[in-house]
Nanobody, 127 residues
Framework: QVQLVESGGGAVQTGGSLRLSCAGS????????MAWFRQPPGKEREGVAG???????RYSDSVRLRFTVSRDNAKNTLDLQMSDLKPEDTAMYYC?????????????????????WGHGTQVTVSS
């Protein structure tokens, strides 16, 4: 049974930093593509950053150069280091997993392509 558990959310001021972590279990972590998504209040879920089974990473334009995604296949964890946070980064952040992309990199940040989801962790950035 696949389980994903996020941690590390919280409230920060503009310009601050947070580090989110996702612990995966119940599957072969290194064989799965993993990604972070977020859903602001009243808006659709959007891809933020992801990494596939080969180590390829992708970022949304809105977070590139501010966020860094990393995975530790030995510890079964996926992290998201967030810096220079802005009020528009306020959202519920979700970790997601899917079986290997096998080169289909365009699916890495598409929420509909993911089978497994965590319950989310809230990030609030105040101005």
């Amino acid at each position: 049974q696949v389980q994903l558990v996020e941690s590390g959310g919280g409230a920060v001021q503009t310009g601050g930093s947070l580090r989110l972590s996702c612990a995966g279990s119940g599957y072969t972590f290194g064989s799965y593509a993993m990604a972070w998504f977020r859903q602001p209040p009243g808006k659709e879920r959007e891809g933020v950053a992801g990494t596939d089974e080969s180590g390829l990473t992708r970022y949304s334009d809105s977070v590139r150069l501010r966020f860094t995604v990393s995975r530790d296949n030995a510890k079964n964890t996926l992290d998201l280091q967030m810096s220079d946070l802005k009020p528009e980064d306020t959202a519920m952040y979700y970790c997601a997993a899917r079986q290997k992309l096998q080169g289909q990199w365009w699916l890495l940040l598409q929420p509909d392509s993911y089978n497994y989801w965590g319950h989310g962790t809230q990030v609030t950035v105040s101005s």
